[in-house]
């Protein structure tokens, strides 16, 4: 089955205890990409990937940090949590990423609670 | 900066009505999608309009986009309980390497 998972679904931490929290998709899609949900936000983009190796800022970058080293996984590392990173946090992924013809819809995974005392 | 304003915010309609969603954005794009998301679960792609398209169909849904307004609209007809989620636009820029996503109208279905 195609899909995007994402651990841990569920995260109670304390501020300052470095944590990951992992993605990875079947689809061998190029592009990959990581949110946060809060309310009356939406969905703000955090990072993401354009392939192996390559990886950039979205809007709200500060406080994280991502890795590319194979193009099915996508790990979100958060170095010092703070209580501001509370929330609830997607990652995508899609193909082709600069196909102007033939644009995709994003996949994404079922998302990740995080709480940060 | 959030790209796409959905309106309304909140929307609570009877069962079998049907439940219509804007959203306006502001700069140029190559596309926009709608996304429904049940809540607290990821979201699901539902439809895609390119720039150079102004209506687009699938099963009870109208997707219509008007690029000298900046503005979308999501229809859908014939509402069922099922329905009720929160659902979004999100714009593709020229680039294609992002999608900038709105905040959301969250749709009741009262059976």
């Known amino acids: 089955e195609a899909q995007v998972t994402q651990n841990p679904r569920y995260l109670i931490t304390v501020t300052g205890k470095k944590l990951t929290v992992t993605c990875s998709q079947n689809?061998?899609?190029?592009?990959m990409s990581w949110y946060r949900q809060d309310p009356g936000l939406g969905l703000r983009q955090i990072y993401y990937?354009?392939?192996?190796?390559?990886?950039d800022k979205g809007d709200v970058p500060e406080g994280y940090k991502v890795s590319r080293k194979e193009k099915r996984n996508f790990p979100l590392i958060l170095e010092s949590p703070s209580p501001n990173q509370t929330s609830l946090y997607f990652c995508?992924?899609?193909?082709?990423?600069?196909?102007?013809?033939?644009?995709?819809?994003?996949?994404f995974g079922p998302g990740t609670r995080l709480t940060v005392t | 900066s959030q790209q796409g304003e959905e309106d309304p915010q909140a929307l609570s309609i009877q069962e079998g009505e049907n439940a219509t969603m804007n959203c306006s954005y502001k700069?140029?794009?190559?596309?926009l999608q709608w996304y429904r998301q049940n809540s607290g679960r990821g979201l699901v792609h539902l439809i895609l309009?390119?720039?150079?398209?102004r209506e687009k169909h699938s099963g009870r849904l109208r997707v219509t986009l008007d690029t000298s307004k900046k503005s979308s609209s999501l229809l859908i007809t014939a509402s069922r309980a099922a329905d009720t989620a929160s659902y979004f636009c999100?714009?593709?820029?020229?680039?294609?390497?992002?999608?900038?996503f709105g905040t959301g109208t969250r749709l009741t279905i009262i059976p």
């Open positions: 995508a992924s899609r193909p082709r990423p600069d196909d102007w013809t033939s644009v995709h819809e994003q996949y």
């Open positions: 689809m061998n899609h190029e592009y």
């Open positions: 990937s354009m392939n192996v190796e390559v990886t």
């Open positions: 700069t140029s794009i190559n596309n």
């Open positions: 309009i390119r720039s150079n398209e």
């Open positions: 999100a714009t593709g820029n020229f680039g294609n390497e992002k999608l900038t």
